[in-house]
């Protein structure tokens, strides 16, 4: 029988809504008076949002392992996508799990190489606490042969008589009209969830789901009637945050992906038109909306099963997209606002204040130890993070942070040189390092909080330099690997 710290005769459900490459100004709980997300902001005001929540990685794997374990990228040892997170870490779900919650996933996971050669069948399957699997790394066949075997979205929709499959759009070649809401990807995970969520009761004890939604992850593919909505007003839609020449005084790999997201491989900003720029801007936000539809058809599902009551809902993202600010797209080997910067809601009736906002800095390795918090456990002895549970409840002397880390190690694609950068950023500066290049990037975010002054060179900055470069040497030298624990004094 689990014990509850709040005196609850038992721990709270979870419900853990995380998309994919989201950033935090795609809501309108964080400001953007574009778009469609009434759902989020209602979850917004029904419960807690972090004004300033950042990721530990701007890349899917680093930052999933982070978050689902408490641990920082480098001492979890998947630093990079395409890497296995080795088998001793311990993930969040495998915890509470132990301790008695039914866990159950629809959507991706990322924790181990995706369809490496040697096993075609998928993503290698990890000790990772979910009895309820259904696993859909991406909505794409990408090998007909094997695919449908391990694609539980692949699968239903083979049931349907179905395939997945995107036809060009008229607007641009870097859009695509994708799947009809009834068929996509995004309902499909929402539509698991429900199923989960309606047959909890039965099982008479907590349980976590995580939704973890593909999209708003490129293709830029959102169905036909969420994306017409945003065409008809085409010219509408702001242009991307650039100052052309602005890329002269960064890093290398910045200058690289200008040329061509991941590595100089493709959307390359110059040779995209005004009118590409606003329709991949519009795709983007129109599988945004589509996302907000599908949390409100789960969080009725909660409410109907009279579950609301007792069950924490989080919505958040494992990291954003450039969507060409700064003359880049997608992600890579750095950390402007727009890719490190994620949304992050909690709400849980009678416990956490609604309607309130917090502006402290978050990070999102604090997750994992929060929610072992919320169901009265222990801290797990290598966890990195601490809960935000205090902090939510306005607690005195609650643990607050006085900047944020974040890493990239080679992290995705191979660049020459590789990149290897870490970041620490405070309430007023962001530091970036681009280590083994002697450069790196300095904003003053008060004076220029969109990141176009590098002050990095600038003579007056020094000192300030290189006290940021010591709390960034402290961060490292904090990250690392806590375990294996000390057992005697010599």
């Not at 050669?117 to 991406?138: A, K, M």
């Not at 620490?424 to 990037?441: C, D, F, I, P």
Request: charged residues 25%; glycine residues 8%; negative net charge.
């Amino acid at each position: 029988m689990l014990y509850h710290a709040s005196g609850m005769p038992r721990p709270p459900n979870i419900l853990w809504i995380c998309t994919d490459q989201q950033r935090f100004d795609t809501l309108g709980c964080y400001g953007n008076t574009h778009v469609r997300t009434p759902i989020v902001d209602r979850l917004a005001r029904e419960g807690v949002l972090f004004e300033n929540a950042f990721c530990q990685s701007p890349i899917c794997s680093p930052s999933r392992g982070s978050f689902l374990t408490g641990r920082y990228p480098r001492t979890t040892r998947l630093r990079q996508n395409g890497q296995d997170i080795p088998p001793d870490e311990k993930l969040i779900t495998r915890l509470l799990a132990d301790a008695g919650y039914v866990c159950g996933l629809a959507g991706k996971l990322h924790l181990s190489a995706c369809r490496p050669i040697e096993n075609p069948l998928g993503e290698r399957r990890i000790d990772d606490g979910y009895q309820v699997f259904h696993w859909s790394h991406h909505p794409d066949r990408y090998d007909p042969k094997y695919d449908h075997l391990a694609n539980q979205y692949t699968q239903w929709l083979a049931g349907q008589g179905k395939r997945w499959t995107t036809t060009p759009s008229e607007v641009s070649s870097h859009v695509r009209i994708g799947m009809p809401e009834e068929s996509h990807h995004t309902k499909w995970c929402a539509d698991r969830a429900i199923d989960f969520v309606r047959a909890a009761p039965k099982y008479e004890r907590p349980w976590l789901f995580s939704v973890n939604i593909f999209d708003p992850h490129h293709p830029f593919d959102p169905p036909a009637e969420y994306l017409q909505r945003y065409l008809d007003r085409l010219d509408d839609i702001p242009l991307p945050d650039y100052v052309e020449g602005e890329l002269a005084d960064r890093p290398i790999w910045q200058r690289i992906d200008h040329g061509g997201a991941y590595a100089g491989g493709f959307m390359a900003f110059s040779k995209m038109s005004d009118r590409d720029h606003r329709a991949v801007r519009a795709a983007y936000w129109a599988m945004c909306d589509l996302i907000d539809v599908q949390v409100g058809r789960m969080l009725s599902a909660l409410d109907e099963s009279g579950q609301r009551e007792n069950t924490l809902v989080i919505f958040m993202s494992d990291h954003g997209e450039m969507l060409g600010d700064h003359g880049i797209y997608l992600k890579g080997p750095y950390f402007y606002e727009q890719l490190v910067h994620v949304p992050l809601i909690m709400r849980w009736p009678f416990v956490l204040e609604a309607g309130k906002g917090i502006s402290s800095l978050t990070e999102l390795v604090d997750i994992a130890p929060t929610l072992l918090d919320a169901a009265g456990l222990q801290r797990s002895a290598g966890m990195q993070g601490r809960s935000l549970l205090p902090l939510l409840r306005g607690e005195p002397g609650a643990f607050q942070r006085d900047d944020i880390y974040c890493e990239f190690y080679n992290s995705n694609f191979s660049y020459d040189p590789p990149a290897h950068t870490t970041m620490l950023r405070t309430k007023r500066y962001k530091l970036t390092v681009a280590h083994g290049q002697s450069t790196g990037e300095l904003y003053d975010l008060q004076s220029d909080p969109r990141e176009h002054r590098n002050l990095w060179s600038d003579p007056a900055m020094l000192q300030t330099r290189a006290e940021l470069l010591q709390r960034l040497c402290d961060r490292m030298a904090f990250t690392s690997d806590p375990l294996p624990p000390r057992t005697a004094p010599w």
